[in-house]
């Protein structure tokens, strides 16, 4: 299968490309290298370098490629900048998407995996949370995301586009080859590795006053090699389903406070904290129920366990002092 990744010079991007390569698939990767880097795209993948924003560059790029389908990653992830510049995140993430959208109809790709996220759900009135609780974000990443997931229930319906939605929430981990390199890095586990190399002098925890266990905000951690699979499992699916939304993620929540605890067991090292008010628009809870893929693809999360996920973490930071080095 012709794939075209957006994205797929990034992080979770890099590693499905990886994982699609590895299946054998004709893979090209579409990114404009803000957050992505040249020298995580694999040995087999091809690189176009350009902006989902010009549709011309998208149009030349889907008439040479003559893809099956579409994968995409590219998007701002970070939630507490959201909340500071709404506007960037629904250009980048909503409109750019669009754009996206309208090229590949045009060139006659009808299937599009699409990487969501758990921010969907906002504050959940059940945990762990199923594909039909009610959608309310609090946070402007979250609802630039919902924005996509709205738009692409009708371009299906009106014009039979077939689709996966992946919601996650934290993704986390390394393989052997590809890790996570951020500049500047804003996810909780890289963080906490870097406080336990010496390249910060502590780990800051935003809010101690949640309705939690520890006062801490729960998260479900899964394995990015885990979410690769996913994305293939879910491409595969769309030859003979129109529409997919999925949750992806172990069942399990670990709080801020765990997951320093266990990166304390793994590297060995104190990792100081910094106790610091609540950042705007973080939900307390957000632990996703993946029952429903498991029983209708067969997926199953081989990474459940925190430690496991931090230590492959680890390991790829310990061998990559510098990231990508680009």
């Known amino acids: 299968m012709k794939i075209l990744v957006t994205g797929g010079a990034g992080y979770i991007g890099s590693i499905t490309v990886a994982e699609l390569v590895r299946e054998g698939h004709a893979v090209t990767v579409f990114d404009n290298l803000s957050n992505g880097h040249r020298k995580a795209v694999v040995q ?30 590219a998007a701002f992830i970070e939630a507490g900048e959201s909340m500071n510049a709404p506007e960037r995140f629904f250009r980048n993430n909503t409109a750019n998407t669009l754009t996206l959208i309208e090229t590949m109809l045009r060139a006659g790709v009808q299937r599009f995996v699409f990487s969501s996220t758990a921010a969907l759900y906002g504050n959940p009135e059940k945990i762990p949370i199923c594909e039909d609780a009610p959608l309310h974000p609090t946070n402007a990443y979250g609802e630039s995301k919902l924005l996509v997931e ?41 963080l906490v590795l870097q406080a336990a190399v010496g390249k910060r002098s502590n780990i800051s925890i935003f809010g101690t006053d949640y309705p939690t266990p520890d006062g801490t905000c729960v998260r479900d951690f899964i394995h990015v090699a885990d979410l690769a ?5 879910a491409l595969h699916a769309l030859e003979s389903r129109e529409k997919l939304i999925y949750n992806l993620g172990n069942g399990n929540g670990f709080s801020v406070r765990q997951v320093i605890d266990a990166a304390r067991r793994v590297t ?13 628009g973080d939900p307390a809870v957000l632990v996703a129920s993946s029952g429903k893929i498991q029983s209708e693809l067969g997926w199953q999360p081989q990474f ?10 680890w390991e790829w930071h310990r061998r990559h002092p510098d990231g990508y080095g680009n």
Not at 166 to 183: I, K, M, P, Q
Not at 229 to 233: D, E, I, T
Not at 304 to 313: D, F, K, Q, V
């Open 304 to 313: 459940p366990n925190p430690e496991e996920i931090i230590r492959s973490a």
């Open 150 to 190: 709205h738009m692409l229930a009708w371009m299906n319906r009106v014009h039979g586009l077939r689709y996966a939605s992946l919601r996650y929430f934290n993704a986390a981990g390394a393989t052997a080859e590809l890790g996570e390199a951020h500049n500047p890095e804003s996810h909780l586990i890289p």
């Open 268 to 280: 060995g090292q104190p990792i100081p904290v910094v106790e610091c008010p609540r950042r705007a």
């Open 229 to 233: 699979k996913a994305h293939s499992l």
């Open 44 to 73: 087999g993948a091809n690189l176009i370098v350009g902006e989902l924003a010009d549709s011309n560059r998208l149009a030349e790029t889907f008439a040479k490629g003559e893809f099956d389908a579409v994968m995409h990653f």
